[in-house]
């Protein structure tokens, strides 16, 4: 069964399997939306408009997938979204998939919600950028940077699209929010669960270490509740100058989706965007993030690397987002599967599935390598009738 009636593409084996192996209330925290859930939905459908033009009789015996994007190089067009919590899918937790980041050279973002601390996953050796959600109490903010530049992550992520945290029905109903106190039948459903019952318990982290130090709550929901509250929802263009000045190395504003906002972060002086509506989680209804690529591109005109996330699922898709003018695909669910299915392993399996892919359609599209396919652009795509 699907998690939200939607086509999970290559990930569809991950998706089922972490379903079977979460409790209910974890796995509809990844699958969920906000509202009634249309921009979720619309993220897919977006790439259902386009076919990939296939091309014959060109030499494609050897494909390049190599990438630069962000300052930096990797083996694959793909980077792992920043996802909270992941650490509570599987005792791998982030450092797990970071290592698997390391092992096929694609870059990640390590959350403001992550399990354990950014300095715990940067000994991975990943090439990794600190998401940052700016906090009331700047000296935090601060604090967070100081600590991203000591362990070596090559940039931070400045997530806007949060100002509030939007309803998001499932998470209401399974009380996901207030699980520091587990109700009778929120402990039935984790009972149900005695593989991921047993690796929690096994791992014996209840904090979200990345920012207890933050807080004097105590437990993974409280801890989370009493920062996500101090999130500042006064943030405007001047903090992100005021950042911009505080942080010296790359600086990628992710939850961009107007193209007014895409031109205001370049002149900023952001080195790169990221297209995102949150993967569907914040405003509903927003249309897709592949529907708005274009025009985003068009105001940035290659002056910053543009990374585009939103249901990304198949090979053809990332085509699909490159030729639209990205330079990089960000993927959130899919590796939230993957870890919370087999734990490292399944990320690795993530990547590795999506690689297939993609090399499957640039092969056929008749492009070698990535240079090949950003200059083919639209020419390598057909609009398809809805
Ligand atoms: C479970 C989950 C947790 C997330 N947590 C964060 C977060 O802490 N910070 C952030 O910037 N984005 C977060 N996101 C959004 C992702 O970074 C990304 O934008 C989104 O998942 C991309 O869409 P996709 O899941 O369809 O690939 C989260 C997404 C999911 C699914």
């Known amino acids: 069964m699907m998690g939200h009636g939607i086509d999970d593409g290559a990930f569809s084996g991950l998706a089922r399997k972490a379903r079977?192996?979460?409790?209910?209330?974890?796995?509809?925290y990844i699958d969920g939306g906000a509202h009634g859930e249309h921009t979720l939905h619309r993220n897919r459908a977006a790439f259902a408009r386009w076919g990939v033009m296939p091309r014959g009789l060109r030499d494609v015996s050897s494909i390049d997938l190599t990438t630069s994007c962000f300052g930096r190089a990797w083996r694959l067009p793909f980077f792992l979204a920043p996802v909270g919590f992941a650490g509570m899918f599987h005792a791998d937790g982030e450092p797990g998939a970071a290592n698997e980041a390391a092992r096929r050279s694609v870059g990640m973002?390590?959350?403001?919600?992550?399990?354990?601390a950014m300095e715990t996953v940067a000994a991975s050796g990943a090439d990794l950028m600190a998401q940052i959600y700016v906090m009331r109490d700047r000296g935090i903010t601060r604090d967070m940077l100081a600590r991203a530049r000591a362990c070596g992550m090559?940039?931070?992520i400045v997530t806007i699209d949060t100002a509030i945290t939007p309803v998001?029905?499932?998470?209401?109903?399974?009380?996901?929010?207030?699980?520091s106190r587990p109700t009778a039948a929120q402990m039935v459903g984790l009972l149900k669960r005695p593989l991921w019952l047993t690796d929690t318990v096994r791992r014996g982290r209840n904090t979200v270490g990345n920012i207890d130090r933050y807080?004097?709550?105590?437990?993974?929901m409280a801890q989370a509740r009493d920062v996500a509250a101090q999130i500042d929802p006064t943030l405007d263009w001047d903090d992100l100058a005021w950042l911009r000045d505080a942080w010296n190395g790359a600086l990628v504003v992710k939850g961009i989706m107007h193209p007014d906002d895409a031109l205001r972060a370049a002149e900023h002086g952001a080195d790169g965007i990221i297209v995102s509506n949150h993967?569907?989680?914040?405003?509903?209804?927003?249309p897709g993030t592949l529907d708005v690529l274009p025009a985003i591109a068009d105001v940035i005109g290659g002056r910053l690397d543009i990374v585009v996330d939103g249901g990304i699922r198949r090979g053809g898709d990332v085509v699909t987002a490159l030729a639209l003018g990205a330079s990089a695909v960000s993927l959130g669910r899919p590796w939230a599967w993957g870890l919370a299915?087999?734990?490292?392993?399944g990320v690795g399996a993530a990547l590795a599935d999506l690689e297939r892919e993609l090399r499957d359609v640039m092969a056929l599209a008749g492009l070698c390598d990535i240079a090949a396919l950003r200059r083919a652009g639209r020419t390598a795509l057909w609009p398809l009738p809805s």
């Open 279 to 286: 993967g569907g989680r914040q405003m509903d209804p927003a």
């Open 154 to 156: 090559s940039g931070i």
């Open 215 to 220: 807080t004097t709550a105590r437990g993974v």
């Open 109 to 116: 973002g390590v959350s403001t919600f992550s399990i354990h």
């Open 168 to 179: 998001r029905e499932r998470d209401v109903r399974n009380g996901f929010r207030h699980l």
């Open 341 to 345: 299915a087999y734990g490292a392993r």
């Open 20 to 28: 079977r192996r979460l409790p209910r209330l974890f796995a509809d």
